[in-house]
Protein backbone atom coordinates (compact mmCIF):
# COMPACT_ATOMS: atom_id res chain seq x y z
CA UNK A 1 0.00 0.00 0.00
CA UNK A 2 1.49 3.37 -1.21
CA UNK A 3 2.56 5.87 2.03
CA UNK A 4 0.13 8.62 1.22
CA UNK A 5 -2.87 6.12 1.27
CA UNK A 6 -1.31 5.13 4.39
CA UNK A 7 -1.40 8.50 6.17
CA UNK A 8 -4.92 8.93 5.21
CA UNK A 9 -5.68 5.92 7.03
CA UNK A 10 -3.85 7.17 9.52
CA UNK A 11 -5.34 10.76 9.27
CA UNK A 12 -8.99 9.37 9.45
CA UNK A 13 -8.10 6.95 12.50
CA UNK A 14 -7.17 9.65 14.50
CA UNK A 15 -8.68 12.72 13.69
CA UNK A 16 -12.09 14.60 14.72
CA UNK A 17 -13.47 15.78 11.43
CA UNK A 18 -15.45 13.73 9.12
CA UNK A 19 -15.87 14.06 5.50
CA UNK A 20 -18.74 16.94 4.37
CA UNK A 21 -20.39 14.66 2.10
CA UNK A 22 -22.71 11.67 3.72
CA UNK A 23 -21.40 7.89 3.40
CA UNK A 24 -24.00 7.52 0.22
CA UNK A 25 -23.01 10.62 -1.39
CA UNK A 26 -19.39 9.39 -1.51
CA UNK A 27 -20.32 6.02 -2.71
CA UNK A 28 -22.08 7.53 -5.41
CA UNK A 29 -18.29 9.12 -6.77
CA UNK A 30 -16.31 6.44 -5.46
CA UNK A 31 -17.73 3.64 -7.74
CA UNK A 32 -16.94 5.64 -10.85
CA UNK A 33 -13.48 6.68 -9.20
CA UNK A 34 -12.99 3.12 -8.79
CA UNK A 35 -13.34 1.94 -11.91
CA UNK A 36 -11.73 5.01 -13.95
CA UNK A 37 -8.40 5.14 -11.88
CA UNK A 38 -5.77 6.23 -12.17
CA UNK A 39 -7.71 9.12 -14.20
CA UNK A 40 -7.75 12.87 -14.14
CA UNK A 41 -9.86 13.92 -11.18
CA UNK A 42 -10.40 17.96 -10.74
CA UNK A 43 -11.80 18.71 -7.54
CA UNK A 44 -13.15 22.75 -6.50
CA UNK A 45 -12.32 23.13 -3.21
CA UNK A 46 -10.62 21.46 -0.58
CA UNK A 47 -11.98 20.17 3.18
CA UNK A 48 -11.77 17.73 5.67
CA UNK A 49 -12.27 14.79 3.27
CA UNK A 50 -9.39 15.95 0.47
CA UNK A 51 -7.26 13.04 1.64
CA UNK A 52 -9.76 10.50 1.12
CA UNK A 53 -10.31 11.93 -2.65
CA UNK A 54 -7.29 11.92 -3.26
CA UNK A 55 -6.54 7.86 -1.82
CA UNK A 56 -9.32 7.07 -4.25
CA UNK A 57 -7.68 7.98 -7.41
CA UNK A 58 -4.15 6.11 -7.10
CA UNK A 59 -1.65 6.79 -9.57
CA UNK A 60 -3.65 9.31 -11.23
CA UNK A 61 -3.58 13.67 -11.13
CA UNK A 62 -6.36 14.20 -8.64
CA UNK A 63 -5.95 18.46 -8.68
CA UNK A 64 -7.61 20.28 -5.85
CA UNK A 65 -8.63 24.17 -6.28
CA UNK A 66 -9.04 25.98 -3.39
CA UNK A 67 -10.43 29.88 -2.81
CA UNK A 68 -9.27 30.36 0.73
CA UNK A 69 -5.19 31.17 0.70
CA UNK A 70 -5.09 30.52 4.49
CA UNK A 71 -6.72 26.97 4.39
CA UNK A 72 -5.27 26.37 1.50
CA UNK A 73 -2.15 26.52 3.93
CA UNK A 74 -3.18 24.57 6.68
CA UNK A 75 -4.04 21.11 4.34
CA UNK A 76 -0.79 21.01 2.58
CA UNK A 77 1.33 21.90 5.48
CA UNK A 78 -1.23 18.61 7.07
CA UNK A 79 -0.95 16.79 3.70
CA UNK A 80 2.07 17.74 1.34
CA UNK A 81 1.34 15.15 -1.17
CA UNK A 82 -2.36 16.73 -2.04
CA UNK A 83 -1.96 18.63 -5.07
CA UNK A 84 -3.34 22.05 -4.60
CA UNK A 85 -3.91 25.69 -5.97
CA UNK A 86 -5.25 28.87 -4.91
CA UNK A 87 -7.74 30.46 -7.25
CA UNK A 88 -9.87 33.87 -7.32
CA UNK A 89 -13.32 33.60 -8.70
CA UNK A 90 -14.79 36.99 -10.39
CA UNK A 91 -18.53 36.44 -9.30
CA UNK A 92 -20.98 36.73 -6.16
CA UNK A 93 -23.37 34.92 -5.53
CA UNK A 94 -25.50 37.74 -5.74
CA UNK A 95 -25.37 38.23 -9.51
CA UNK A 96 -26.33 34.57 -10.50
CA UNK A 97 -30.04 35.48 -11.36
CA UNK A 98 -28.38 38.41 -13.62
CA UNK A 99 -25.57 36.14 -14.82
CA UNK A 100 -27.85 32.97 -15.75
CA UNK A 101 -30.17 35.76 -17.51
CA UNK A 102 -27.46 37.28 -19.77
CA UNK A 103 -24.66 34.58 -20.57
CA UNK A 104 -26.86 33.72 -23.91
CA UNK A 105 -25.82 37.30 -25.28
CA UNK A 106 -22.19 37.40 -24.27
CA UNK A 107 -20.11 36.59 -26.92
CA UNK A 108 -17.59 33.49 -26.30
CA UNK A 109 -20.28 32.54 -23.20
CA UNK A 110 -22.52 29.69 -24.45
CA UNK A 111 -20.54 26.03 -24.21
CA UNK A 112 -22.59 24.79 -26.21
CA UNK A 113 -20.64 26.07 -28.89
CA UNK A 114 -17.49 25.33 -27.99
CA UNK A 115 -16.14 28.65 -25.93
CA UNK A 116 -12.81 28.70 -24.68
CA UNK A 117 -12.14 29.16 -20.92
CA UNK A 118 -8.53 30.56 -20.98
CA UNK A 119 -8.00 34.00 -20.93
CA UNK A 120 -12.16 34.44 -21.62
CA UNK A 121 -12.54 38.02 -20.25
CA UNK A 122 -15.55 38.46 -21.94
CA UNK A 123 -17.95 35.97 -20.29
CA UNK A 124 -17.37 36.28 -16.19
CA UNK A 125 -18.89 32.81 -15.79
CA UNK A 126 -15.32 31.66 -17.36
CA UNK A 127 -12.73 31.04 -15.03
CA UNK A 128 -10.08 32.56 -17.49
CA UNK A 129 -6.88 32.53 -14.96
CA UNK A 130 -6.76 29.04 -13.69
CA UNK A 131 -3.44 27.07 -13.67
CA UNK A 132 -2.21 25.79 -17.11
CA UNK A 133 -2.34 22.60 -15.56
CA UNK A 134 -6.37 23.00 -15.71
CA UNK A 135 -6.60 23.95 -19.17
CA UNK A 136 -3.81 21.35 -20.07
CA UNK A 137 -5.60 18.68 -18.61
CA UNK A 138 -8.72 16.63 -20.21
CA UNK A 139 -10.41 15.43 -16.49
CA UNK A 140 -12.25 12.22 -16.23
CA UNK A 141 -13.88 13.81 -13.40
CA UNK A 142 -14.75 17.03 -11.76
CA UNK A 143 -16.46 16.92 -8.61
CA UNK A 144 -18.06 20.82 -7.26
CA UNK A 145 -17.78 21.21 -4.07
CA UNK A 146 -17.05 24.92 -3.56
CA UNK A 147 -16.21 27.71 -3.89
CA UNK A 148 -18.31 28.99 -0.77
CA UNK A 149 -22.16 29.71 -1.72
CA UNK A 150 -24.09 30.21 1.02
CA UNK A 151 -24.38 34.60 1.30
CA UNK A 152 -24.64 37.04 -0.76
CA UNK A 153 -21.05 38.33 -1.19
CA UNK A 154 -19.64 34.77 -1.84
CA UNK A 155 -18.46 33.81 -4.98
CA UNK A 156 -21.08 31.05 -5.31
CA UNK A 157 -20.72 28.33 -7.58
CA UNK A 158 -22.28 29.43 -10.64
CA UNK A 159 -18.61 29.77 -12.56
CA UNK A 160 -17.41 26.28 -11.21
CA UNK A 161 -20.06 24.50 -12.67
CA UNK A 162 -20.53 26.61 -15.75
CA UNK A 163 -16.67 25.73 -16.19
CA UNK A 164 -16.93 22.52 -15.84
CA UNK A 165 -19.41 22.36 -18.53
CA UNK A 166 -17.30 23.60 -20.79
CA UNK A 167 -14.23 21.38 -19.93
CA UNK A 168 -16.81 18.33 -20.63
CA UNK A 169 -17.82 19.50 -23.72
CA UNK A 170 -14.62 20.53 -24.96
CA UNK A 171 -13.01 17.01 -24.57
CA UNK A 172 -11.30 15.50 -27.27
CA UNK A 173 -10.50 12.07 -25.73
CA UNK A 174 -13.08 9.14 -26.04
CA UNK A 175 -15.76 8.86 -23.13
CA UNK A 176 -17.80 11.27 -21.24
CA UNK A 177 -16.84 13.57 -18.54
CA UNK A 178 -18.40 12.55 -14.59
CA UNK A 179 -19.35 15.45 -13.06
CA UNK A 180 -20.48 15.58 -9.41
CA UNK A 181 -22.26 18.64 -7.75
CA UNK A 182 -23.05 18.59 -4.48
CA UNK A 183 -25.11 20.97 -2.45
CA UNK A 184 -28.06 20.88 -5.35
CA UNK A 185 -30.86 21.72 -2.54
CA UNK A 186 -29.79 25.28 -2.58
CA UNK A 187 -31.33 27.46 -5.50
CA UNK A 188 -28.14 28.07 -7.68
CA UNK A 189 -26.53 25.06 -7.33
CA UNK A 190 -29.96 23.33 -8.59
CA UNK A 191 -30.77 26.36 -11.48
CA UNK A 192 -26.86 26.33 -12.93
CA UNK A 193 -26.93 22.49 -12.99
CA UNK A 194 -29.97 22.23 -14.76
CA UNK A 195 -28.97 24.72 -17.36
CA UNK A 196 -25.03 24.30 -18.11
CA UNK A 197 -25.16 20.57 -16.64
CA UNK A 198 -27.99 19.77 -18.16
CA UNK A 199 -31.03 17.48 -16.78
CA UNK A 200 -30.83 14.76 -19.54
CA UNK A 201 -27.37 14.23 -18.84
CA UNK A 202 -28.05 13.27 -15.14
CA UNK A 203 -27.50 9.68 -14.57
CA UNK A 204 -27.94 9.38 -10.80
CA UNK A 205 -28.31 11.08 -7.64
CA UNK A 206 -28.19 10.58 -4.04
CA UNK A 207 -28.88 13.25 -0.66
CA UNK A 208 -27.26 16.50 -1.86
CA UNK A 209 -25.68 15.01 -4.83
CA UNK A 210 -26.37 14.82 -8.38
CA UNK A 211 -23.92 13.15 -10.71
CA UNK A 212 -23.75 13.59 -14.34
CA UNK A 213 -22.15 11.93 -17.54
CA UNK A 214 -21.29 15.03 -20.03
CA UNK A 215 -20.65 14.10 -23.67
CA UNK A 216 -18.31 16.50 -25.50
CA UNK A 217 -19.18 18.49 -28.47
CA UNK A 218 -16.14 16.84 -30.58
CA UNK A 219 -17.13 13.19 -29.35
CA UNK A 220 -21.05 13.10 -28.94
CA UNK A 221 -21.60 8.97 -28.83
CA UNK A 222 -21.78 8.75 -24.95
CA UNK A 223 -25.03 7.02 -24.48
CA UNK A 224 -26.95 8.41 -21.34
CA UNK A 225 -29.70 7.26 -19.20
CA UNK A 226 -31.98 10.40 -18.02
CA UNK A 227 -32.67 10.10 -14.47
CA UNK A 228 -35.65 11.09 -12.88
CA UNK A 229 -35.87 14.21 -11.48
CA UNK A 230 -37.35 14.45 -8.13
Known amino acids: MASTQLETILHYATSHSVPEQSKAEIKLSYDVLRERAPCNFLVF ?14 GGKTLFLEEDLKWL ?24 DQLLKSYKFVPDCDP ?11 CKLALNMLPNEVYDTE ?33 KSSGGTHVYLHDVDRKTEKKYAEEFLCKKYLVKGEGRLW ?3 IPSVVNSTVAVKPYAFD
Open 45 to 58: GLGHDSQMWHAFNP
Open 73 to 96: GKVLHDAPFINGKYIKYRTQLKEA
Open 112 to 122: AKGVPLKENDK
Open 139 to 171: WDVIMIDAPKGYFMDAPGRMAAIYSAAVMARNR
Open 211 to 213: HFL
